[in-house]
């Protein structure tokens, strides 16, 4: 019986762009496409992640190493905030009614420490039971030992679980690990997949 409903945090609960942020840090697109192959790619989001290193030293090597870039480095930093975009449509209500129904609700998230900052802006978070943060473990989804880090930190058994993540590669992880989970698209795809794993459940978006 599923009991209990985890949430991967970007595109999920919340919503973000990086590009059309990071298109506002430079004049007529200089240098745009260089640095979005340095901040996008998966090794440099998967440093910040992991947490093993502080974000103002992985940031502080990338500017010496690409100094031309420096500013624009800087302000992946100091404007992070504003690469969140907002809630996602439908999402604070939903979890409202799944809390409403009796499941307990957490978040498992690859993000740097400043999700903080994101957190405590929205609202959305305050409705988690729990959570964990792959820069607090040194973990990375995909890699089963946050899941299982997840149901350890939060006395929760795997097979009880309902996990929703954007990326394919994330859900293979909880399968592997255990859970139930499905490919996070919109709240009104959730609660069908969520439906199939719960016959009768009866929820209003």
Not at 10 to 26: P, Q, S, T
Not at 151 to 170: I, T
Not at 176 to 201: H, N
């Amino acid at each position: 019986m599923i009991r209990n409903l985890v949430f991967d945090f970007g595109k999920v609960l919340v919503d973000y762009d990086f590009e059309r942020v990071i298109r506002d840090f430079f004049h007529q697109g200089d240098h745009l496409e260089e640095y979005c192959r340095i901040v996008l790619s998966d090794a440099f989001m998967n440093r910040c992640d992991l947490g093993v290193e502080p974000l103002e030293e992985i940031l502080r090597q990338e500017q010496e190493a690409h100094p031309h870039l420096a500013a624009q480095l800087q302000l992946f930093y100091d404007r992070f905030d504003e690469f969140i975009l907002g809630e996602m449509d439908g999402m604070r209500p939903l979890l409202m009614q799944l809390k409403q129904k009796g499941f307990r609700l957490y978040g498992l998230t690859n993000w740097s420490k400043k999700v903080h900052g994101i957190m405590r802006k929205y609202e959305i978070f305050s409705l988690l039971d729990g959570w964990v943060i792959s820069s607090e473990e040194h973990l990375i989804k995909p890699d089963v030992a946050i899941y299982d880090r997840l149901c350890q930190k939060c006395g929760l058994v795997p097979q009880e679980c309902f996990f929703a993540d954007d990326k394919q590669v994330n859900i293979d992880g909880a399968l592997r690990a255990g859970m139930k989970a499905a490919v996070f698209t919109t709240a009104a795809q959730y609660v069908k997949d969520l439906s199939r794993e719960v016959p009768g459940l009866e929820l209003v978006l």
